[in-house]
């Protein structure tokens, strides 16, 4: 079946370990396999193909595809007419009250005798899994007044991955201990943030709005130790600075104070008195950053921890970071009409290089457990 032409298949996906019997791995049935069968794909093409034959055998497979979407719905644009939302004249409700007549008369049959089973578990599990979502439903809409309910929110899928992956992790360990378990979460967490794709995930790959705590959380330390670990990388910048200046307690307004010194260096910029009033604070006998300069700074740190997640994986991570900063930094404060580009060009280059090596720093603790001991010091 679909198999006359390699390229132009209509079902791609299905293999003959989900038709033929003998070639089925048992470990997938559960998961993958019967979900790739069980699709409005494969229930159509053998209507179309089978005519007559194969009638039962597609509707049935439409049913559980269309069921499954009933209960998948995340987003209010529906992608399919079930595969949506919930909301009070949706079309899950009418679906769902036939949805439990049906199953309620399915039965399964043995294999060789083909005798009606006893009741199955499965069937039951789906009629309650069902009733119980017109029931939430009710009570969200009448006692807290909920206008939209996502089922998939609602699904333990992501949670069955997660722990089947920390068991697995490194070595087989179905009993971890509260160390390991925090050390193999770490390095999973990261891995699935780094990554365009969940590992070993035969769940559908979607995101449902923000994680549930952002890499900044996880990785992110005190306000003073933060400025620190900003002041402990000006070393990238290999600034001729005296010894004296080094020895002291770091914070932002350090940090800044090098990037103006970088930048008034260029050879685009040097010994321009407009931007060297811009950058820096002129009443100030030595060279000291102007708050312009520093608050640029933090809202930079604010905007690139919030997207670094979504672009540490992209190849020109660097570029990525730099655009995101364009578009979001307020720097009309830049405004030497001589020097207006290469300014900006230089503070949002230091910016990201800045950010990505203290960011690469943290995820380098993380790894190394240098984080774990120093909070145990603290």
């Not at 000006?234 to 010194?261: G, K, S, V």
């Not at 979504?310 to 830049?334: G, I, N, Q």
Request: glycine share 2%; hydrophobic share 35%; proline share 3%.
């Amino acid at each position: 079946m679909d198999l006359t032409h390699s390229t132009y298949r209509l079902m791609p996906k299905i293999t003959a370990e989900h038709i033929i019997k003998s070639k089925v791995k048992k470990k997938k049935v559960k998961n993958t396999n019967a979900i790739q069968i069980l699709s409005m794909t494969m229930g159509a093409f053998i209507h179309h193909h089978t005519k007559l034959e194969g009638c039962d055998t597609a509707e049935i497979i439409l049913f559980f595809d269309r069921l499954f979407d009933s209960v998948n719905g995340h987003t209010l644009k529906p992608e399919k007419p079930l595969r949506v939302a919930v909301s009070h004249n949706s079309l899950h409700f009418p679906f769902w009250k036939r949805a439990i007549k049906r199953l309620r008369r399915m039965r399964f049959v043995g294999t060789t005798d083909k005798n009606h089973l006893n009741d199955s578990a499965i069937l039951k599990n789906w009629i309650s899994t069902v009733q119980g979502f017109c029931k939430l439903w009710i009570l969200l809409k009448k006692t807290y007044e909920f206008k939209y309910l996502k089922p998939r929110i609602l699904n333990q899928d992501s949670l069955r991955h997660f722990f089947k992956q920390i068991r697995s992790f490194d070595i087989r360990n179905a009993n971890p201990t509260c160390a390991e378990f925090e050390n193999s979460f770490k390095t999973l967490l990261i891995n699935n943030l780094t990554l365009p794709r969940t590992i070993e995930n035969n769940s559908e790959n979607k995101v449902d709005g923000s994680l549930l705590f952002t890499l900044k959380e996880f990785i992110c330390r005190p306000e003073n130790r933060d400025n620190n670990s900003w002041s402990k990388n000006a070393h990238m910048l290999d600034f001729e600075t005296e010894t004296t200046f080094l020895e002291e307690p770091y914070n932002y307004r350090n940090i800044c104070n090098i990037i103006a010194t970088k930048i008034l260096n260029n050879l685009h910029i040097k010994e321009c008195d407009k931007c060297k009033n811009l950058l820096t604070d002129t009443s100030k006998s030595e060279l000291i950053s102007s708050n312009n300069l520093l608050e640029t700074f933090k809202d930079a740190d604010i905007t690139l921890t919030q997207r670094m997640s979504d672009v540490c994986y992209s190849h020109h991570t660097a570029l990525m970071l730099e655009t995101e900063l364009y578009m979001e930094m307020d720097l009309r404060w830049l405004n030497c009409q001589q020097h207006k580009v290469p300014l900006k060009e230089c503070l949002i280059s230091y910016l990201v290089l800045f950010y990505i090596y203290k960011w690469c720093n943290r995820i380098n603790d993380i790894f190394s457990g240098k984080e774990y001991d120093d909070s145990n010091r603290t």
